[in-house]
């Protein structure tokens, strides 16, 4: 399946005031996303977090570093965030959660959408999917040795129990090129993206991981040997306009 251009990707997860995430959404999916593309970003995914009511979750794509900079100069000193900053700033209490990645291999990239996204206002063209994240925190470098484990032995698995992997990324230790907007450095981190159909097809697949031989005595001591601390999971809901669904 072919990847989309993005080898640098922003995981971004916002803590936002009580009852402001729709709020948020509305704003994000009617003023936020063409304006950020047409300067050359891509924005993959915009999620409600199914676990917490005030997280707003999305992801942006960039060629690469240098291209980064510019995009996000040409954003957040244009007009359209000058107009809107406030009332998205309103609804949050933390924006600073950021993770920046790049995709682990070759394959590893976001696949191309199979369908366009609508207009704002309109419909989305299919029934969403819901997506899960994982976050493995390492205490070393995920390197060459442990992507060949991850696609030889974890990815099997996880296929096997009904979440085979979209994308896999890792930590990029690229000097941000955008200061303005902080990311979380001195971490390494390797993340997976699955979809599923709704929550109890991913209620299933974590009960087949958890049952799973092959996971238990194959793949899960390799990886626990390389936690700096417990892995995160985000089940997460696409917004109406959110390329990946």
């Known amino acids: 399946m072919k990847a989309l251009r993005c080898p640098v990707v922003e995981l971004r997860q916002y803590t936002l005031h009580p009852g402001q995430r729709d ?27 199914l676990d917490d009511p005030d997280r707003f979750v999305w992801l942006r794509g960039f060629e690469d570093m ?26 949050m209490i ?3 959660d950021v993770l920046l990645l790049r ?10 959408p199979a369908g366009t996204r609508p207009a704002p206002g309109e419909p989305a063209p299919s029934p969403p999917s819901l997506v899960l994240a994982t976050i493995w925190y390492g205490n070393g470098p995920f390197d060459t040795t442990f992507v060949e484990f991850f696609q030889q032995r974890v990815r099997p698995v996880l ?11 890792k930590s990029e230790h690229a000097p941000n ?15 997976w993206f699955s979809r599923f159909p709704d929550e109890g097809h991913i209620d299933d697949h974590l009960n087949r991981l958890e049952l799973s031989e092959r996971w238990r005595e194959e793949v899960l001591p390799t990886l626990s ?21």
């Open 23 to 49: 709020v948020l959404i509305d704003l994000f999916d009617r003023e936020f996303v063409e304006s950020q593309e047409a300067v050359g970003a891509t924005v993959l995914g915009q999620f409600r977090d």
């Open 103 to 112: 995709p682990a291999s070759e394959r590893g990239g976001f696949p191309v």
């Open 66 to 91: 240098p291209r980064r900079a510019e995009a996000l100069e040409s954003f957040y000193g244009g007009p359209v965030w000058q107009a809107h900053r406030d009332e998205a700033n309103a609804t």
């Open 159 to 169: 296929t096997e129990s009904g979440g085979e992997p979209l994308a896999y990324l």
């Open 177 to 191: 090129t955008f200061p303005a907007l902080p990311v979380r450095t001195n971490e390494e981190v390797f993340v």
């Open 94 to 96: 933390d924006s600073a």
């Open 225 to 245: 040997a390389r936690w700096a601390r417990h892995p995160q999971r985000l089940r997460l809901a696409p917004t109406e306009r959110s390329l990946l669904r």
